[in-house]
C-alpha cells in the first residue's frame, strides 16, 4: 500500500513530531511512502533552524521518499525568495514545487493522510472506493 502525507503543522507541535512518528510506522509495517508534502507552517519542518528538520531530513534520506514543499508556503515562510528558489534555511532533503505535485500524489497514493489544520483535497482510500 501505498500513503502519501501531507503536514501542515509546525515543527514545535506535537502533531509534526505525531508524522514523522505515523510515517516511521508505515515503513516498519511495510508499506511505501509515495512523497510527504509540507503545506503551510508544515513548511518550517524543512527549515534547518528547527531541530525537528534533520530528523526528518534522515528518515527521507534513510527511506529514499520525496519531501516537497509548497512554492507559496516557502516563500512565506523565506524558505524560497519571490522566484520560488530555495534559500540557504532550506534543508537540503527538501525541494520546492507547486500544488500539482500535491494533487498528482492524491491520485497516485491509496491512502493520503493529513497531518495540521489545513484541509487537502479530498482524502481517499483507493483500497476500498473501488479506484
Known amino acids: 500500500m501505498k500513503f502519501s502525507i501531507v503536514v501542515s503543522a509546525h515543527p514545535h507541535s506535537a502533531v509534526a513530531e505525531s508524522a514523522l512518528h505515523f510515517c516511521r510506522e508505515v515503513i516498519e509495517q511495510g508499506f511505501s511512502i509515495e512523497r510527504i508534502f509540507y ?3 508544515g513548511t518550517l519542518n524543512a527549515c534547518i533552524e528547527h531541530e525537528l528538520s534533520l530528523k526528518w531530513q534522515q528518515f527521507i534520506v534513510l ?5 516537497v514543499c509548497c512554492t507559496a508556503s516557502a516563500i ?5 525568495n519571490e522566484l520560488g528558489k530555495s534559500t540557504s534555511r532550506l534543508n537540503q532533503s527538501f525541494h520546492i514545487a507547486g500544488l500539482g505535485q500535491l494533487i498528482e500524489m492524491h491520485a497516485n497514493a491509496d ?10 483535497l479530498i482524502e481517499q482510500d483507493k483500497a476500498t472506493s473501488g479506484k
Do not use: P, W, Y
Open 76 to 80: 512565506e515562510n523565506k524558505l524560497a
Open 39 to 41: 503545506l503551510g507552517q
Open 63 to 67: 527511506h529514499s521518499i520525496d519531501a
Open 111 to 120: 491512502r493520503v493522510i493529513t497531518f495540521g489544520d489545513k484541509l487537502c
